[in-house]
C-alpha cells in the first residue's frame, strides 16, 4: 500500500508498513556484550585499588632505603666512620650487618644497620589521625614490622679486575610484603661510596 504526505505543499511518497523493534534475541545479546564489558571495567578498578594501597608501601620502602644510604654517607662525611669501617662483618673491620635485618631505629651510633640496632626500639610510621594534623594526640602509629632492610657492601673492580681501594658499591634491599595481595616485593637502592667527602 502507498502513502502520500503533504509537507509544506509538496507530496512525498513512501511506503507504509509495520514499525519494528529489536527482537528478544538482539536485546539479550546486547546485554551480554554490555554486561561482559562492565566486568572488566570493576576488574580495572579492582587493579587501580590494589596498586593505590601498595603504592604507599613502595614509597615507605624507598624512604627507608634512602634512610640507611644517608646515615651512611652522613657518617663517612663527619668522620664518625673510618674508611676500613664501610663494610659488612666478616669483611676486615666492618660494621654493617648482614643478611634481612627487622627495621629498628639506629642504635647509640646513629648508624642504620649496625649491630647497636638490635637494641633500639622497632621504627615506626606515624600519620595525622582523624582531624588531619600531623603532631597532634590523635596521631597513627603504624609499625613496620612487615619490612626487612638488607645492607650490603661490596668491593668496585677496575676494568682490569683489580679492586679499586677507595671506592666501594652499596646496595639497600628493602623486602615487606603486601598486605592485601600476601606477595613479597623488594626494593633495591644501588649507589656508591667513596673514601672522600
Not at 529489536?22 to 571495567?41: D, H, K, N, P, Q
Not at 590494589?50 to 634512602?66: E, G, H, I, R, V
Not at 669501617?85 to 647509640?108: A, K, M, W, Y
Request: no cysteine.
Amino acid at each position: 500500500m502507498e502513502a502520500t504526505i503533504e509537507i509544506g505543499g509538496a507530496r512525498a511518497r513512501g511506503i507504509k508498513g509495520r514499525q519494528r523493534g529489536f527482537t528478544m534475541i538482539e536485546v539479550v545479546i546486547s546485554m551480554a556484550v554490555l554486561t561482559i564489558g562492565l566486568v572488566s571495567l570493576l576488574g580495572v578498578f579492582g587493579i587501580a585499588m590494589a596498586a593505590t594501597q601498595t603504592s604507599q608501601l613502595d614509597m615507605t620502602a624507598k624512604q627507608l632505603a634512602n634512610e640507611a644510604l644517608e646515615s651512611i654517607v652522613t657518617a663517612r662525611n663527619t668522620s664518625q666512620l673510618q674508611w676500613d669501617q664501610v663494610q659488612n662483618i666478616g669483611s676486615g673491620t666492618g660494621i654493617f650487618l648482614t643478611g634481612l635485618q627487622p627495621i629498628n631505629l639506629p642504635g647509640v651510633d646513629g648508624i642504620v644497620g649496625t649491630t647497636d640496632d638490635a637494641t633500639a626500639a622497632a621504627q615506626t610510621l606515624t600519620e595525622p589521625g582523624p582531624d588531619g594534623i600531623y603532631g597532634t594526640s590523635d596521631d597513627i602509629r603504624l609499625p613496620l614490622s612487615n619490612f626487612q632492610r638488607q645492607v650490603t657492601i661490596s668491593a668496585v673492580l677496575d676494568v682490569n679486575g683489580n679492586t679499586v681501594s677507595t671506592l666501594r658499591a652499596i646496595n639497600v634491599t628493602i623486602q615487606y610484603t603486601t598486605p592485601r595481595l600476601g606477595t613479597s616485593k623488594t626494593y633495591v637502592l644501588s649507589s656508591f661510596i667513596s673514601q672522600f667527602r
